[in-house]
C-alpha cells in the first residue's frame, strides 16, 4: 500500500523567510503532483513533476522530485502573506495510473 | 464549462436519508473521478470513470455509496442511508484520459455533506 507523508504539518513563518515542505513515498512512482488548497476551496494543481530529478519552479514555490530516494520538496523562497495555504503532495502509484494517494497537506501560515 | 462544477456545493441531511452529489466535468475530459476529504485530511479516492463505465470503485467504502455516469459526462455520487461518519468534502476531478495515461486532474470545489 502507497504511504505518502509530508512535514511539516504546520508551519508558521514570516514574511521574508525561506522554508522546504518534505513528501516522502513509500512505493516506487512514476508521478508527483503539488496542490494547493485555500480554505473552503478546492485544489489548485502547482506541479506535476514526472522523472528523477525533475525540478519546477512557479515564482516563489520549487518543487523537486528524488525518485531514488522517494522524496519531493516544495520550497518557498522570500514568502509572503498570499502564500497562505494548505499545500499536498500526491503519489501516482504506477505507470498510467489513475489513483492519487494524497499526503495529509502542510498548512503554510505567512505573517506579515 | 470552463471548470469542473459540482452541485449542492452544500448538503445537510439527516442519518438514514438518501443523498446524491453531481458533477459536470470539464467539456472532453474522459476520465473523471470521485474523491473525498475529511477535516484535516487528504483527498482519499473512491472511484475512477473512463468514460461511462466505472473503471475503478475499489476506494468506495461499503455499499452503501454506489456512482453513475450514464452518457460519458456528468456523474452522480449516490449514498444510501447516510451515517454521520459519512460527513466529508466530496470532491469531483477530471481529467483527459486516453489510452494509459490519464493526465493532471483537475479538481471542482467539492460538495460539503453534514449528517446529522
Known amino acids: 500500500e502507497l504511504k505518502v507523508e509530508q512535514n511539516p504539518l504546520f508551519l508558521s513563518m514570516q514574511e521574508g523567510k525561506n522554508y522546504t515542505i518534505y513528501c516522502n513515498y513509500s512505493t516506487t512512482s512514476d508521478r508527483l503532483y503539488w496542490y494547493r488548497q485555500d480554505p473552503g476551496k478546492s485544489l489548485e494543481s502547482l506541479f506535476v513533476?514526472?522523472?528523477?530529478?525533475a525540478v519546477k519552479q512557479e515564482g516563489r514555490l520549487m518543487a523537486s522530485l528524488d525518485t531514488k530516494a522517494r522524496l519531493s520538496t516544495l520550497h518557498i523562497t522570500a514568502a509572503v502573506h498570499d502564500l497562505s495555504a494548505t499545500y499536498f503532495c500526491?503519489?501516482?502509484?504506477?505507470?498510467?495510473?489513475?489513483?492519487?494517494?494524497f499526503g495529509k497537506g502542510t498548512k503554510l501560515s505567512v505573517i506579515p | 464549462g470552463a471548470g469542473v462544477s459540482q452541485t449542492p456545493s452544500n448538503k445537510v441531511t439527516e442519518k438514514g436519508k438518501y443523498v446524491e452529489l453531481r458533477c459536470d466535468p470539464i467539456s472532453g475530459h474522459t476520465a473523471l473521478y470521485w474523491y473525498r476529504q475529511s477535516l484535516g485530511q487528504g483527498p482519499e479516492f473512491l472511484i475512477y470513470f473512463q468514460g461511462t463505465g466505472a473503471a475503478d470503485d475499489s476506494g468506495l467504502p461499503n455499499d452503501r455509496f454506489f456512482a453513475v455516469r450514464p452518457e460519458g459526462s456528468v456523474s452522480t455520487l449516490k449514498i444510501q442511508r447516510t451515517e454521520r461518519g459519512d460527513s466529508a468534502v466530496y470532491l469531483c476531478a477530471s481529467s483527459i484520459g486516453t489510452g494509459a495515461t490519464t493526465g493532471e486532474l483537475f479538481f471542482g470545489e467539492g460538495s460539503r455533506l453534514t449528517v446529522l
Open positions: 500526491a503519489v501516482e502509484s504506477g505507470a498510467g495510473s489513475y489513483q492519487l494517494t
Open positions: 513533476l514526472l522523472s528523477n530529478g
